[in-house]
């Protein structure tokens, strides 16, 4: 593919051209004449007075190419069911990978825009195997009511949700991922009504975004607000209803009428704002109130789209699940588990040997070693686990000592993630890896789990004074011998919950009394394409309850993050070091998450009355 020719595409119809006619004239004034630009406009019916007005625009750097789609329209006509309330180019956006293979990547663009940066730059961001470049969509980040919507129905973050009007599009991944048969699929499945295939667009790209700076998609319209000079953005669109062909008014209108001004179009533009009614405008916002009513209804609906899911699909122990973790939240409960722990009795002193200094617990542990590498290949072979990446492995190779591991707890498999970052550190055999667990967990976890539990490198706490003081001695003499010690410090396990929980005090006594570092990972997870119930044939051979795989969820696709160590301070108290590195493990928990989910980090947690 030639890099110095870039294709930007257009969808509209023969009403709604003149507004690509000042949108791409305002592209062409500000791009830089360093690239070759290949303009298509997807269409099907566009007269000959508008093609040759858009024509006009072309010159040595850019090329105008008329597309109509009808026959690509009715070669899937079977797979498509248009709707009364769907305008056909809404759908053109989903056609172009497929319809033009000789581009890896695409810019599409609204004709309801103004183009004020170089659109040169927005193509060369590398986006790497996102499926789209997009800009947050502010409607959902700033309106309580669409917000609500796009996560309880289309089950995408608020915060996560994207623009549609002005993508990036991975051509390679569209077609590898086969969105456009997915987008298809949904149709048939349910009818999204607010925002339509911007809906369908987020629901397939679900964590598959590369977000760019939200200067390259300003929305504008009433109630919406920036952080910057929106006069200095780099792409203006005119959103809704707030068109400044229909309104004097309308924010940011000065700037569409400096460029409309310099096109053949600028007086049929300026005779459609002054025949413009207020019958129409009226019209216009009712049209917005019911739009609004309509994401309220859709949320309450008792089968909108994620609830269909809930009661259809997915693993009603998961649904229950997720409602709880939700509960839990609202009522700040985040140190307890959602899920029922085994059975439990005590664990006596007598009946554990923590270091396995006997030969019985050496030749156990050997046993359970060797069946949990075969697991952890399995796991990962058959994508019952997916590790996409190890970010910061240098802080764990660059350790002399050993350390607290800390992590979220969200998996049953997630220890199994962080041994593999261990194994990467290549910092065995000279310092093993343990896994602190709970009680019930050793003394009555059944099955093949139950057997690792009790011999796989796990530290349990226990119930009994005693049997304390056994793991607080075994403990210390790990650390101190070299060893990484892995610590939940949330204390408990919140299924697939993205978000870092406050964390308790136990794990950085032990980093402070043994004067080594706490080593802070954290992981983070994005959908795959692979669903739970495709499991359960894979891991057969293993006595594992099923309600460990994700049935009618997809499984989550990880990143673990390893922080730089936290050093405990030889001028601060125990208690003030003990305070100081679990608060600043959290900041390193939350910098990442912010950073990687590109949201701030907020609870619904509910003020106590």
Partial sequence: MNDKI??????????????????????????????????????????????????????????????????????????????????????YRFFIAEMFPQYDKAIYIDSDTIVLGDISKLYSTDIGDCYVGACHEQAMVQVDVYGTYCEKVVGVSRHN?????????????????????????????????????????NLICKDQVFWLDQKWNTELTDGLEYNYDVTKANILHYIMVNKPWHYHNCRCADIFWKYASETSVYSILQDELNAYTDEQRERDRLSGDNLYQMAIDETNKKDNYQNQLNETRRSKYRVDLNKKIEKYEREGRFDEDVEKDPPSRMIMPDEIDYLRRSPIAKLKTKIAHEKAKVFLKTILDKKIMIIKDIKGIENWQNLNSGAIV????FNAFDSF???????????????????????GNYTSFPGFFGELMRHFYTLPLSSNMKTMVKFTEATNTL?????????????AMWWNYRKPRPVKPGAYKFAVKNNVPVLPCFITMKDSDILGEDLRREIKDFDIDENFLPNGYFVQEYTIHIGKPIYPDANRSTRENIEHMAKENFKVWKKIYEKEYCMPLTYTTEEKK
């Fill in 6 to 91: 870039i294709p930007i595409f257009y969808a509209c119809d023969d009403a709604f051209v003149k507004y690509t006619i000042v949108s791409l004239h305002s592209i062409i004034k500000n791009a830089s004449k360093d690239y070759q630009y290949k303009i298509y406009v997807l269409n099907t019916n566009i007269g000959k007075d508008m093609r040759n007005k858009l024509s006009d625009l072309a010159n040595e750097n850019f090329e105008v190419n008329f597309v109509d789609v009808s026959d690509y329209l009715n070669s899937i006509t079977k797979d498509l069911p248009i709707r009364h309330y769907y305008s056909k180019t809404t759908y």
């Fill in 161 to 201: 949700f994207f623009n549609a009007g002005m993508m990036l599009i991975n051509c390679q991944q569209f077609r590898d991922k086969k969105v456009l048969k997915k987008f298809l699929k949904y149709l048939w499945e349910y009818t999204f009504v607010v925002t339509q295939d911007e809906d369908y667009l």
């Fill in 406 to 409: 800390t992590c979220n707890h």
């Fill in 417 to 439: 993630a962080i041994q593999e970052a261990y194994h990467a550190s290549k910092k065995w055999p000279k310092g093993k890896f343990y896994r602190v667990i709970r009680e």
């Fill in 479 to 491: 650390l101190q011998k070299g060893n990484f010690v892995l610590f939940y410090p949330e204390q």
